[in-house]
């Protein structure tokens, strides 16, 4: 059985909206792990909502345990075999740049229609940050160009998330910048 893939740009929407509130759930004071499984179940949820199946760690229930990826959205065949893996998440409380990337990077080999990072900055970091991811989408040679991205940055300071999103094919052919 082989189904229409959702509306992505429709599912990101969604995504940037609850991480754009998520701040004014959690004030100041909530931990890493806090905020991580909070971001987990929310965003699993739209994924629940959009008719798509979603694994993590952290779930309610054992057998909803993290596979591969931080939290993935995915569809079975009847046969409940995977059929398709729609969304994969990474996300890297660690503000240093290396760790941070080491986490974007595994989401290059994902096949998946959208791919979502969620980072920390330091504060002083974030152009730095904007233009390693950049480099890494240029240097990666395995591209589906109309995997559509979504990075989005936690700043302690303001108690915000900076969300950017973009389309492979966008960012290698210089029609958007992250920075």
């Not at 905020?35 to 054992?62: F, N």
């Not at 079975?76 to 996300?91: C, D």
């Not at 290059?108 to 480099?135: C, P, T, Y």
């Not at 991205?149 to 303001?158: I, M, N, P, R």
Request: with cysteine; glycine share 6%.
């Amino acid at each position: 059985m082989n189904r229409q893939t959702p509306d992505i740009l429709a599912l990101a929407a969604r995504i940037e909206a609850f991480l754009m509130g998520l701040p004014k759930e959690l004030p100041r004071g909530h931990s890493d792990t806090e905020w991580t499984t909070r971001i987990k179940c929310g965003i699993g949820q739209i994924g629940l909502e959009a008719g798509l199946l979603a694994t993590a760690s952290g779930y309610p229930t054992p057998r909803d345990r993290e596979w591969l990826y931080d939290l993935i959205w995915f569809q079975n065949s009847p046969e409940k075999h995977l059929e398709r893996l729609v969304m994969a998440l990474e996300s890297e409380w660690n503000r240093h740049p290396e760790e941070i990337l080491y986490d974007f990077e595994k989401l290059l080999v994902a096949r998946a229609a959208l791919k979502v990072m969620i980072f920390q900055d330091n504060g002083r970091n974030l152009s730095e940050l904007w233009q390693m991811f950049e480099k890494s989408l240029q240097t990666y040679a395995h591209h589906d160009p109309i995997e559509l991205y979504v990075w989005a940055a936690f700043q302690e300071t303001d108690h915000a998330f900076t969300v950017k999103t973009a389309r492979v094919e966008e960012l290698l052919t210089g029609r958007t910048r992250l920075i």
